[in-house]
């Protein structure tokens, strides 16, 4: 659930910016719904997949952060310019295909703002300050 937090900020900012600016749905744009939820949910997995260890028990509080600055870094940077290729649709005469790309960017911004102000804050909450106790062994 916490790695589809992103794709579900990022449908509601869409049709909260919908809503706002008029924008409707057609039957081009529609292809941006799939394409967001797959944008959002990678976002997601990814930062749940950094918080882990190899055991796939949570990191220390100090270890999650180093580790999730990097993978959030990674992050901005792909859906900046995944955001960047799909607005440079805006630039076109064609309608459908204006708004597809509109779309595409405005709901990719919003899982990435989705990722780092809901999935990382939770995952921080979620981490262990210090070191789980040592399992005995046999």
Known sequence: ????????????TLLGLMSALGWRFNIINMAALPLLA???VD????????????AGRLLRRADLMERLGASAHAII????TTSLAFGSL????????RSLG????AGALGALCGALLIVVPLLALRAPSHP???EPRP
């Open 1 to 12: 659930a916490l790695a589809a937090a992103p794709a579900l900020f990022g449908a509601l």
């Open 90 to 97: 805006a630039l076109t005469s064609v309608p459908g295909v």
């Open 77 to 80: 940077v792909t859906t900046t």
């Open 38 to 40: 797959g944008i959002g």
């Open 43 to 54: 976002d997601g997995v990814f930062l749940v997949a950094a918080a882990r260890n190899r």
């Open 132 to 134: 789980p106790p040592a």
């Open 102 to 105: 509109l779309m595409i960017a």
